[in-house]
Every structure is written in C-alpha cells, then in structure tokens.
T-cell receptor
Framework: AQSVTQLGSHVSVSEGALVLLRCNYSSSVPPYLFWYVQYPNQGLQLLLKYTTGATLVKGINGFEAEFKKSETSFHLTKPSAHMSDAAEYFCAVSDRGNNNDMRFGAGTRLTVKP | DTGVSQDPRHKITKRGQNVTFRCDPISEHNRLYWYRQTLGQGPEFLTYFQNEAQLEKSRLLSDRFSAERPKGSFSTLEIQRTEQGDSAMYLC????????????????FGEGSRLTVL
C-alpha cells in the first residue's frame, strides 16, 4: 500500500524567504502525487498535482513541486513566502487503481514571520 | 458547481450519544470518501463509495461507525455510542468517474464536520 512521509511537522520562514516542504512517498506502482493546503477549521484545497508527463508541476499561489522518482520525493517549494501562506500543508499519494484511495502525510505547519 | 457540502459543521455531544453527519458531493461525482482528521494529524481514510456501493472500509471504522449512500448521491456517517476518542474533524470528499476525460485522481473536499465528545 502507498504511504507518505513529511519531514518536519513545523517549518518557520521569514516573509520573502524560500519555502521548502519535504515529502517522500512509498508506492508499489507509479503514483499520483498531490499537495493540499488547509487553513484553520476549513477543508483541504488542492495546491498542485502530479500525474504523468512533466516532473515539475506548478500550482496555485506560486507554489511548485518536482517529482523525483529516483529519490521517491515530491517536495513543495515557493521562492518567496507571503504572510498568507501560513497554513497546514499535506502531501498525498494515490495509486492508479480503481479505488483511488488517497493516503496523506501527517502534515507540515508553515509559519511565516514578518 | 456548488462544491462538496457537509452538515453540521460543528457538533458537540455527550459521551454515549449517537451522531450523524451528512455529505452532499459534487453532483456529477460518483465516488465519495470519508476521512477522519485528529488534531495535528493528516486525514485518515475511513471508507469509500462508488455510486451506492461501499467498496472499501478501513479498520479504523469500528462497528460503532456506519456509512451509507443509499441512492448514490448524498452520504451519511453515523457514530453510535460516541466516545471521547471520536472527537475529530470528519472530512468528506468526492471525485468524478475514473474514465472521465481529464480525470486525475484529485479529491474534492468539503469543509468538514467537527465533532467534540464531552
């Protein structure tokens, strides 16, 4: 079964600094990979996804992620953090089978300091 | 497209009471998922429906939990004899048919129903 590990439960950056949130996955088949963002007391909103094709994917709010098969990683980056980026970020993996059940990491809380 | 809606958004109950949550998926989505999220954790898969058929259940779904999707549209999640450990956010998500053009496996989430068991 597929699984996700997010390194670092809390990440703190200064406004304008690079954001790097780490995600490693385990899957027996080529995975679909996702990053979701969650603001307090809200549901999950998709930031970006990798299915096939280009390994560097761009998402909303200036975020991007690169699928690296050799490293089984899908790290999320943003060149310049904004105060509004403060939230919980979840990496997720799903298989390509019929069930499409998605498995999430434990999440990384991003704090942005002024 | 009105999105996935969940009701109620918040529920406070006493231990031992039964609670029911409702989820209305996006109208053309035939797949519906329930997840549970506790504080500081990622969502944990509970169960999955394709149309009205419940195709997968997690071992997290004890016999006090039951989910239904009787007509393949909305779904309910009932928790009987609630315990304090049931306190969590219950998230519903839906996705379109797998064969649909542009299908990517993305799940569309509702705002969640937060349960507090006293």
């Amino acid at each position: 079964a597929q699984s996700v590990t997010q390194l670092g439960s809390h990440v703190s950056v200064s406004e304008g600094a690079l954001v790097l949130l780490r995600c490693n996955y385990s899957s027996s088949v080529p995975p679909y990979l996702f990053w979701y963002v969650q603001y307090p007391n809200q549901g999950l909103q998709l930031l970006l996804k990798y299915t096939t094709g280009a390994t560097l994917v761009k998402g909303i709010n200036g975020f991007e992620a690169e699928f690296k098969k050799s490293e089984t990683s899908f790290h999320l980056t943003k060149p310049s953090a904004h105060m509004s980026d403060a939230a919980e970020y979840f990496c997720a993996v799903s298989d390509r089978g019929n069930n499409n059940d998605m498995r999430f990491g434990a999440g990384t809380r991003l704090t942005v300091k002024p | 497209d009105t999105g996935v809606s969940q009701d109620p958004r918040h529920k406070i109950t006493k231990r031992g009471q039964n609670v029911t949550f409702r989820c209305d998926p996006i109208s053309e989505h035939n797949r519906l998922y329930w997840y549970r999220q506790t504080l500081g954790q990622g969502p944990e898969f509970l169960t999955y429906f394709q149309n009205e058929a419940q195709l997968e259940k997690s071992r997290l779904l004890s016999d006090r939990f039951s989910a239904e999707r009787p007509k393949g549209s909305f779904s309910t999640l009932e928790i009987q004899r609630t315990e304090q450990g049931d306190s969590a956010m219950y998230l519903c998500a839906s996705s379109p048919p797998r064969g649909l053009a542009g299908w990517t496996g993305e799940l569309f989430f509702g705002e969640g129903s937060r349960l507090t068991v006293l």
